[in-house]
């Protein structure tokens, strides 16, 4: 015998009802969500080479979700069927999985639950990672993070060197109070040594065995001994009255 009384199913089977009814309408005269209607119907288009791949991303996207929003409107639309099935057959209100009542306050609610609020089923949320991040790893093994240390080329140095040729901000959004001019802006962390600990170890080199040291006059080294952080003498080969060295 249920547990419900009589007016109390009558309400709830009218509740029932008119969700039925409310969801075939949007089976009906949703057109499906636009799935009837193919990609190039959409686009007017009869290939997609020529598309950005944005552009098909969009179409993508808006794709899987009319996907959803239909399964959505058909798992309705089952429970709300099996919920009056329940009632003409006697056995509405009842939890599937511990056969207890369910509250008339909950079903009040949500006429077409079958679960009482303990064996509701939970979605849990995964936080496994893919098995291959175990042996995949970023490009050049690092992130562009600063906290890393890390003295090879990685994805800072990338974005250095694609911030040197400019970038949106603007010289009122710089850091200092006292820069007018776009020539005067900071590269971030552009004292960050690139691929290197100490400064001479980029025009520092050996040959292939390490038997000869030699220096390459680079930029980095005429400004290295600029700077007065080098002797000419360093480099056995070097002209003192070289003019690249005042």
Request: aromatic fraction near 8%; charged fraction near 30%.
């Amino acid at each position: 015998m249920s547990h419900l009384t009589q007016e109390q199913l009558d309400i709830l089977q009218q509740k029932l009802m008119d969700q039925k009814v409310e969801l075939e309408r949007r089976m009906i005269y949703n057109d499906q969500h636009g799935l009837g209607e193919s990609e190039r119907d959409s686009t007017g288009e009869l290939s997609h080479i020529d598309n950005h791949p944005g552009d098909l991303a969009t179409e993508l996207y808006e794709r899987e979700k009319d996907l959803a929003l239909q399964d959505r409107v058909d798992l309705e639309l089952q429970r709300v069927i099996f919920s009056l099935e329940a009632i003409h057959h006697g056995r509405y209100g009842v939890c599937l999985t511990c056969g207890q009542p369910i509250p008339y306050e909950r079903l009040e609610a949500l006429p077409d639950t079958q679960y009482c609020v303990k064996d509701t089923p939970r979605e849990n949320l995964s936080y496994n990672r893919p098995i291959e991040e175990e042996v995949l790893a970023p490009a050049f093994g690092k992130s562009s993070m600063d906290e890393h240390e890390y003295s090879a080329f990685d994805g800072e140095d990338a974005w250095q060197i694609v911030e040197s040729w400019g970038t949106s901000n603007t010289p009122a959004m710089a850091e200092g109070n006292d820069i007018d001019s776009y020539n005067e802006m900071d590269i971030e962390n552009g004292d960050d040594h690139g691929g290197f600990v100490e400064v001479y170890e980029n025009f520092v080199a050996t040959n292939i065995d390490g038997s000869e040291v030699f220096i390459v006059r680079s930029p980095q080294y005429v400004d290295y001994l600029n700077r007065g952080e080098g002797n000419y003498l360093l480099d056995p080969n070097g002209d003192p009255d070289d003019e690249s060295f005042s």
